[in-house]
């Protein structure tokens, strides 16, 4: 009992009051969160972004970053089908893929030769794409069945 009432006395006491108050000559040391130092580390931060900027510049002004293969797959047209469902055309060399696109996986629904269709001639482009839609409904009615 005695032991409780002397650790709550304990618990009351300030012990900063009885420290030792210090030197009369003591001087803290100077604060590390200065203007000096702060405008230092933002200094040393903008010249590693602009080393890394201007590395990145000239990577690409001298073609030393290879460019994506732009002229191996290319997407020709792409519509939505659903919330998150798409069917996508893609141009590999002289091949078109009909793809069915859904979160988590691809699925080939056909596979067509690129016609040699001009972009300027609109009407044919017109009955290309009727004729890709009629292949396309019976594909997928091919499919259900």
């Known amino acids: 009992m005695i032991n409780r009432q002397w650790l709550f006395l304990a618990w009351l006491l300030p012990f900063h009051a009885l420290a030792e108050t210090g030197r009369a000559g003591y001087v803290p040391p100077p604060s590390v969160i200065s203007t000096e ?3 230092q580390m933002a200094g040393g931060l903008l010249l590693v972004l602009a080393i890394i900027w ?3 510049w000239l990577l690409k002004r001298f ?3 290879p460019a994506a293969a732009a002229d191996t797959l290319k997407v020709v047209a792409a ?4 919330q998150r469902e798409r ?3 893609v ?3 002289n091949t078109w893929l009909v793809l069915g696109v859904a979160p988590g996986h691809v699925t080939k629904l056909h596979i067509l030769d690129k016609p040699a269709v001009s972009t300027g001639d609109a009407t044919q482009a017109h009955a290309l794409h009727k004729d ?3 292949q396309l409904n019976e594909s997928m009615k091919k499919d259900n069945v």
């Open 37 to 39: 130092n702060t405008l």
């Open 87 to 89: 069917v996508v055309v």
């Open 63 to 65: 073609s030393l970053i």
């Open 54 to 56: 201007g590395l990145t």
């Open 79 to 82: 519509t939505g089908v659903g």
């Open 91 to 93: 141009e590999i060399d």
């Open 132 to 134: 890709f839609a009629v």
